[in-house]
């Protein structure tokens, strides 16, 4: 048996065109929706998200902005910088891009954004919102991931769902979604006794750690659908994922590739969120 690729590049694409078509739609009513990108420092992998965010704004008509700073900036410059956006009504978005230099309180950087223009939905607010089944903007990867389970009909309710990694961004986040749909969630972490117990029952695995291959196919319930969040950069330079692809492919029913798989997903869904700020705001202009 070989699973099935569950295609993030090509449903981005129907996404995107979607977006497109509303985004023109706005803009012809006279709201041009508007996302602002802050990148600090120098690391190369950032550079490389926001320039692909950026690109991303471009192909679906929505109009970027974005502000560079060196790896000596000063915390009190990129706040002061976030009040300005804040406060300009024809901004919808805005997004610092993670991770911060190690002299910034990102915590206290993200918290400036005001949670209208937390587009990420990194926001405390934002995330107490999701917490109690009424979002305003859902974390960009967790939400690709529920659309692209729903876009194969992957069932839900009453599935046994385990998810390795228990961040903020994205751990956390994707147990609440799949909570409101009626799964039952377990989530795994780095002090876990015997991961593979949990993993070989779940329906849905999805892992998101941070560790090259560290889901094998024999972690893995034969028939399951598995989704891996991790991009990793091997010793080669090449790409890849928490799971071992080429084990767990023979095991899986479904499984996301890495790359091609969630990265695109993640973009995609920030457009979204920014083009869904965008229309409340007009709204309620």
């Known amino acids: 048996m070989s699973a099935r690729i569950l295609d993030g590049n090509a449903l981005s694409a129907t996404v995107r065109g979607q977006l497109a078509e509303r985004a023109a739609a706005l803009t012809a009513r006279g709201t041009a929706p508007c996302l602002a990108v802050i990148l600090v420092g120098e690391d190369p992998a950032s550079a490389v998200y926001v320039r692909n965010k950026v690109a991303g704004c471009e192909k679906a008509g929505i109009r970027s902005l974005k502000f560079t700073y060196g790896l000596d900036a000063r915390q009190d410059e990129v706040m002061a910088r976030i009040a300005e956006l804040n406060a300009d009504p024809l901004v919808h978005g805005i997004l610092v891009q993670l991770p911060l230099p190690k002299h910034f309180d990102a915590e206290a950087v993200l918290e400036a954004i005001l949670p209208d223009k937390d587009v990420d939905g990194f926001h405390a607010e934002n995330i107490g919102a999701l917490a109690q089944g009424n979002p305003r903007f859902i974390p960009c990867t967790p939400y690709g991931v529920m659309q692209m389970l729903k876009s194969e009909e992957v069932p839900l309710k009453g599935a046994e769902v385990v998810i390795v990694g228990r961040s903020n961004i994205v751990g956390k986040p994707m147990a609440l979604l799949l909570l409101s749909e009626s799964a039952t969630v377990t989530v ?94 007009a709204a309620g202009a």
């Open 188 to 281: 795994c972490h780095s002090q876990s006794r015997d991961l593979a117990l949990h993993t070989r029952r779940a329906d849905i695995l999805v892992a998101a750690v941070g560790r090259p291959k560290m889901i094998t196919g024999d972690m893995i319930k034969p028939g399951a659908t598995v989704i891996d969040v991790g991009i990793n950069r091997t010793a080669d330079g090449k790409l890849c994922g928490d799971v071992d692809f080429e084990t767990a492919k023979e095991v899986a029913g479904l499984i996301t590739p890495v790359p091609g798989g969630v990265g695109p997903m993640t973009i995609t869904m920030l457009l979204t969120n920014t083009l869904e700020s965008a229309e409340r705001a």
